[in-house]
Each structure stands twice: as structure tokens, then as C-alpha cells.
């Protein structure tokens, strides 16, 4: 099946986790990834891949030896991203976003440099949100960054709420057209 009809599939089945009706574009991916340093960052999280559009673009630019930690609680989605992606890099983990903590020790690690997410928090209960927004937060390396897209501005102030200061950048190339959110965790 492809990427889009079982995107579509699974946003009919489960429409408030999936949040869209299609994969992300590349020019979205590439908005979402441009500020990251991977020459530096040694451990990425990624939150929420689908269908994979942005963690193939991520493995392109990963660091030989860093670690990519993709979370992914759709079955469907977790069953076709472990047979698409095979890099030793990669830790596939078919669970919620909100055990960040839980997996990085599973995994022997402390903290990340950079955290993907393309969750649809704008569907998620408020609980959730915050709950995952801070498990991200704490999970970040000192001044390690937190990258968001969504389709509206309704979780700005969520995002603000746990990281302070947030930056937001907008692109029409994208079906729905979406927000890039850039926060960072305090500098010690
Ligand atoms: C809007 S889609 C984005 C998919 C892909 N990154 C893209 O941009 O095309 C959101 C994804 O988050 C996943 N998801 C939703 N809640 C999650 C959670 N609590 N933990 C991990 N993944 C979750 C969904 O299954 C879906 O794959």
C-alpha cells in the first residue's frame, strides 16, 4: 500500500492520533530540520514518524555515530517503518512519546540533543499535552532543542509554558499548510 492511501486508512481509523489525512511534504521536512546541528548532536528523538517522511531525512544527515530514538504508537505505522527502516542507528520504540525518559535509560543514554516532534497536540487533552511537552523538556540536554510542526497556533501556549520563549516560522508548502515551532531548553 502506499505512504498516502495508508495514511488516509489510518486517519479514518484514528483520526485524533493520526491529525492529518496525508504524509508531510519534503519542503515541510526540510523547514523542520534546517536549524538542527547534526554535526553535533549525537542523540535525536523523533516523535510521532508516520509513514517516515521526516525520519528518512533525518538518517540522511544523522551523525555516524549518533543514536535516532523514533516513537510510534500507530501499529500499522510502528509494522511498516520496521521493515522500511533498517540502520543500526535507529531505535524504533512502539510506544507513547510520554516515556521519553523510560527509553533513553532502556537505551543507556542520559539526554538528547534534539527532539522531532510531528504530534498533534492540538488534539491531545491538556494533560497529555503538557505531560509530553515536559517529558521532552526534561529530556533535552541543556540548551538541546525541541522542534514542533502543527497546523494552527492553538498549542503556542502550551509549548510556552514549559519552554518559555518559542519561535515560529510558517510554511504554504504543505497540505495543510503549517507552523514551525523552534524552542530550546534553558542554558545551565
Ligand atoms: C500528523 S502525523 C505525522 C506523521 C509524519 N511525521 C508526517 O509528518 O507525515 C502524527 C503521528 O503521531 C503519531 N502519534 C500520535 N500520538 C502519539 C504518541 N502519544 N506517541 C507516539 N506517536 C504518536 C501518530 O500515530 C502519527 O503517526
Not at 29 to 45: G, P, Q, T, W, Y
Not at 79 to 94: G, T, W, Y
Request: net charge positive; glycine share 4%.
Amino acid at each position: 500500500m502506499s505512504s498516502k492511501r495508508s495514511f488516509l486508512k489510518q486517519f479514518w481509523k484514528e483520526k485524533k492520533m493520526v491529525g492529518s489525512m496525508t504524509p508531510s511534504s519534503r519542503f515541510l521536512a526540510s523547514k523542520m530540520l534546517e536549524n538542527v546541528d547534526f554535526s553535533s548532536s549525537r542523540v535525536v528523538i523523533e516523535l510521532g514518524p508516520g509513514t517516515g517522511v521526516f525520519t528518512e531525512k533525518i538518517i540522511e544527515k544523522l551523525h555516524p555515530e549518533a543514536r535516532l530514538l523514533v516513537f510510534e504508537l500507530n501499529d500499522l505505522f510502528f509494522d511498516a517503518l520496521s521493515k522500511k527502516i533498517i540502520d543500526p542507528r535507529v531505535i524504533l520504540i512502539h510506544d507513547s512519546a510520554e516515556k521519553i525518559s523510560e527509553h533513553l535509560k532502556l537505551n543507556g543514554l542520559n539526554s538528547a540533543d534534539v527532539v522531532i516532534s510531528s504530534l498533534p497536540l492540538a488534539n491531545f487533552p491538556e494533560d497529555l499535552k503538557d505531560h509530553i511537552l515536559e517529558s521532552a523538556y526534561n529530556s533535552l540536554e541543556s540548551g538541546g532543542k525541541y522542534i514542533q510542526f502543527q497546523y494552527s497556533l492553538m498549542s503556542k501556549k502550551n509549548l510556552e509554558k514549559v519552554f518559555g520563549k518559542v519561535s515560529i516560522a510558517f510554511t504554504p508548502l504543505n497540505f495543510p499548510p503549517a507552523f514551525v515551532y523552534t524552542c530550546q531548553r534553558n542554558e545551565n
